[in-house]
């Protein structure tokens, strides 16, 4: 009786997948966390304040260069390789990934952003997780999603154990066995998504298309996904450097203090939003793109209100007795005044990942400009009139305003 109903009634089949599809993201994503969470407390100890800045500094460059890297290793990837096919596609992400790598980290290290005996090191990682990027997304365009998350937990969860066994087996507590550590689960995670591929590989190409053609295409569209990125960041940052001038340095830790509490619930929207940018992108069909982001948005918005009402019950001495200490007072009231915007941004990045799906990159990065915007314009009069509650809200009416634009432009898409 029941595959008889599932066979009448395709959609329910579909949104079970869907459903699994979020819970197997969603909790590979808190593994990976809350051992991240323990291994932060790991190399305190063991590399000490200065240790772990440097390594800070690496991770950092590392990460600059990927994002630069994304233009052709991102999303891009997703939404180009539904509508020309993987092959295609494989030699501009992997030469753009060399070479975007070695442009990157010669002009950070040209402005001194990291000590340049590590250059090697910000090069090759950046490499690693470049190529990693792209076969990830690779692998999300053909929806193995259970492949995505296996690689994004090789690379990242991983490295908990192999640290272990650096720091306490072998007893090397030093920074070179953090990078070797790097080195052997971004290899092993790069590896294991070229064996996942290797099928893909084999495919012929269904869709005629000139290579500069698609490059340009794929370039301009990368380039507006970079953009949206980059203003979203700013969005949830800005806020620091404005409570930094009218409080002070006490302020900004107290607003990170709670806003890295509150933004534990956006692994949820993340996870929920690669799930929804795959289908979409696979769709070819409006409605059926615009049905899968809306039952997907009223699971997101469920979730992450429910997780956020949790952490909004949990009593301030919890903070300032045992997570944190008695200079946090009031992170419970910055969390209140953030909790609104949380859940709002969660929201924007389904709709963010439906824009991006269906080749409107353009609207997701409007709807972070704005929102960078009204952040700019809010907080200049909230935080000095509130400090550091002032920041935490001027970043939730921010993010309302992403969320509506958003809203308002997904109303309108046809």
């Known amino acids: 009786m029941t595959m008889a109903r599932l066979w009448i009634n395709p959609r329910r089949l579909l949104a079970n997948a869907q459903i699994r599809k979020v819970l197997e993201t969603v909790a590979t994503r808190y593994l990976v966390a809350f051992l991240n969470?323990?291994?932060?407390?790991?190399?305190?100890?063991?590399?000490?304040?200065?240790?772990?800045?440097?390594?800070?500094?690496?991770?950092?460059?590392?990460?600059?260069?990927?994002?630069f890297n994304s233009i052709f290793?991102?999303?891009?990837?997703?939404?180009?390789?539904?509508?020309?096919?993987?092959k295609r596609l494989v030699a501009p992400a992997y030469l753009w990934a060399v070479?975007?790598?070695?442009?990157?980290?010669?002009?950070?290290?040209?402005?001194?952003?990291?000590?340049?005996?590590?250059?090697?090191d910000v090069y090759f990682l950046a490499l690693l997780n470049s190529l990693i990027a792209a076969n990830s997304r690779f692998l999300l365009g053909a929806d193995r999603v259970g492949g995505f998350n296996l690689v994004f937990f090789l690379q990242s969860g991983l490295l908990f154990f192999v640290l272990l066994f650096y720091y306490y087996i072998w007893e090397k507590p030093e920074v070179a066995s953090y990078l070797q550590g790097?080195?052997?689960?971004?290899?092993?995670?790069?590896?294991?998504?070229?064996?996942?591929?290797?099928?893909?590989?084999?495919?012929?190409e269904s869709v005629a298309v000139s290579r500069s053609s698609l490059l340009r295409e794929m370039f301009v569209y990368g380039l507006w996904s970079n953009v949206d990125n980059l203003a979203e960041t700013l969005s949830s940052r800005l806020n620091y450097f404005?409570?930094?001038?009218?409080?002070?340095?006490?302020?900004?830790?107290?607003?990170?203090?709670?806003?890295?509490?509150s933004e534990s619930v956006w692994h949820i929207s993340r996870a929920v939003g690669y799930i929804v940018n795959g289908e979409v992108a696979r769709s070819h069909?409006?409605?059926?793109?615009?049905?899968?982001?809306?039952?997907?948005?009223?699971?997101?918005?469920?979730?992450?209100?429910?997780?956020?009402?949790?952490?909004?019950?949990?009593p301030e001495w919890v903070y300032t007795d045992y997570l944190f200490s008695a200079e946090f007072e009031g992170i419970a009231n910055v969390i209140r005044c953030l909790a609104p915007g949380i859940v709002a941004l969660a929201c924007n990045t389904i709709l963010s990942q439906y824009f991006i799906g269906s080749g409107r990159v353009k609207d997701s990065a409007y709807a972070s400009c704005t929102g960078l915007a009204v952040l700019a314009v809010a907080g200049g009069v909230m935080v000095p009139l509130w400090g550091v509650s002032g920041g935490a809200g001027a970043t939730s009416v921010a993010f309302g305003a992403m969320l509506a634009v958003s809203w308002a432009k997904f109303r309108k898409a046809k």
Do not use: H, W
Not at 40 to 51: D, P, Y
Not at 188 to 197: D, G, T, W
């Open 37 to 67: 969470l323990v291994l932060l407390f790991v190399n305190a100890k063991v590399l000490g304040a200065e240790g772990l800045g440097l390594v800070g500094i690496i991770l950092a460059s590392m990460n600059l260069a990927v994002i």
């Open 73 to 86: 290793c991102g999303s891009t990837i997703v939404y180009f390789m539904n509508r020309y096919g993987m």
């Open 99 to 120: 070479a975007g790598s070695a442009v990157a980290t010669a002009g950070m290290a040209a402005l001194g952003l990291f000590p340049l005996a590590y250059a090697a």
């Open 182 to 204: 790097l080195y052997i689960t971004n290899g092993a995670a790069l590896a294991v998504s070229f064996l996942l591929l290797r099928r893909k590989f084999a495919e012929k």
């Open 242 to 261: 404005l409570v930094q001038r009218f409080v002070g340095l006490s302020g900004v830790g107290l607003l990170d203090g709670g806003t890295k509490i």
């Open 285 to 314: 069909d409006a409605g059926d793109q615009r049905q899968t982001t809306l039952r997907l948005l009223r699971l997101t918005f469920g979730a992450t209100s429910a997780v956020m009402l949790v952490i909004l019950c949990i």
